[in-house]
C-alpha cells in the first residue's frame, strides 16, 4: 500500500469514522504468572472499501494532519466500551479481563475524550480499572500539568492509565513520578533485544522493579519467542503481549480463538 494522501482522504476518514467503518482489532494480553487471558489491546483499522483494511500508521496521520483525532479517539473509546461489555455480558471467560484503548496524547490535556471514556464505562457498567487509557508518554511533555490533572481524574472515575512505549521517550523515569498511572507497558525494543543483550534484560528488571515499586503493573509488549514468556516472568514482568500469543484480530475472531468454550 502506498502512502495516504491527507488532502485526498480527510473527507473519507470522517465518512468512515460516522459510518462505523473504523473501528477495533483487539489483540490478547496474557498474564505471565499462569498464562491465562488477561485482557485485550483494541488497535484501530480502517476498512477501506478501495484499499482494503488499513493499519493505523497508515490513518493516524491523516486524522491528525485533518482535526481527526478527536472524533477518532472517540469512536474507539465507545466501540471498545461496548465490545468490552457486551463480552463480559455474553462470555463467562470475560467476566475479570480489561480492555485497552488508545488516546492520542495531545487530546489528553484538554479531557474530553478522557471524561467521555469514563462516562460510557460508568454507563456500561464496567467495574473500575476494566477499561485502560493507554497514552505515550513522549506526546503529553509540551502540557503535562494539564495532562497529569486530566489523568488524575480519569483514574478518580475508575477508569485505568497505561504509560505505552516506554523506555522510548524522553525522561521516561521522570514520568512515573509525575503521571499517575496503573500500568506501565515496556517498549518492545528491549523485549526483542533481551535475547542477544545482558543490558536489555538489566533494563527490563529495573523498570520492572521500580514500577512495583510505585505500584504500577508491568505489560511487555513485542513479545515473539516462544522462550520470552519465561525469561520475562524471571525479569518480573507481569503480562505480556505480541504476535507469540497472537496479532490484532477482528472481534467476531477474538470470541472464536479466546473467549468461546472449547467443546
Same mark, same amino acid.
Given at each position: ?29 496474557? /498474564?505471565l504468572s499462569d498464562g491465562k ?8 483499522? !480502517? ?39 457486551? !463480552?463480559? /455480558? /455474553? ?23 478522557? /471524561? ?58 521522570? !514520568? ?88
Open positions: 500500500m502506498g502512502t495516504l494522501e491527507p488532502v485526498a482522504t480527510d473527507y473519507d476518514l470522517a465518512a468512515a469514522i460516522a459510518g462505523g467503518l473504523v473501528g477495533p482489532h483487539v489483540q490478547p494480553v496474557f /498474564r487471558l488477561a485482557g485485550f489491546e483494541a488497535l484501530v483499522r !480502517w476498512r477501506h472499501a478501495k484499499r482494503g483494511l488499513l493499519q493505523a500508521s497508515e490513518l493516524i496521520a491523516v486524522a491528525e494532519s485533518s482535526g481527526l483525532m478527536p472524533a477518532l479517539s472517540e469512536r474507539m473509546v465507545t466501540a471498545s466500551v461496548d465490545l468490552l461489555a457486551d !463480552w463480559r /455480558r /455474553r462470555f463467562p471467560a470475560a467476566q475479570s479481563i480489561f480492555m485497552a484503548v488508545n488516546v492520542s496524547g495531545p487530546e489528553v490535556p484538554d479531557g474530553a475524550v478522557l /471524561r467521555k471514556a469514563a462516562a460510557l464505562a460508568k454507563a456500561a457498567g464496567l467495574p473500575p480499572r476494566a477499561l485502560h487509557i493507554e497514552i505515550t508518554e513522549h506526546y503529553i511533555i509540551d502540557d503535562h500539568d494539564a495532562a497529569a490533572m486530566a489523568l488524575t481524574e480519569l483514574r478518580a472515575a475508575g477508569v485505568g492509565v497505561a504509560l505505552d512505549d516506554f523506555g522510548a521517550g524522553f525522561a521516561s523515569l521522570g !514520568w512515573l513520578a509525575r503521571f499517575p498511572a496503573d500500568l506501565l507497558k515496556i517498549d518492545a525494543y528491549f523485549i526483542r533485544a533481551m535475547e542477544e543483550s545482558d543490558a536489555a534484560r538489566k533494563i527490563i528488571r529495573a523498570i520492572t522493579a521500580l514500577a512495583h515499586e510505585l505500584g504500577l503493573t508491568v505489560i511487555a509488549e513485542g513479545v515473539e519467542r516462544p522462550d520470552a514468556p519465561a525469561q520475562l516472568r524471571d525479569l518480573g514482568c507481569d503480562y505480556a503481549q505480541g504476535h507469540f500469543y497472537g496479532g490484532a484480530v477482528e472481534p467476531d475472531e477474538a470470541e472464536l480463538r479466546y473467549l468461546r468454550p472449547a467443546h
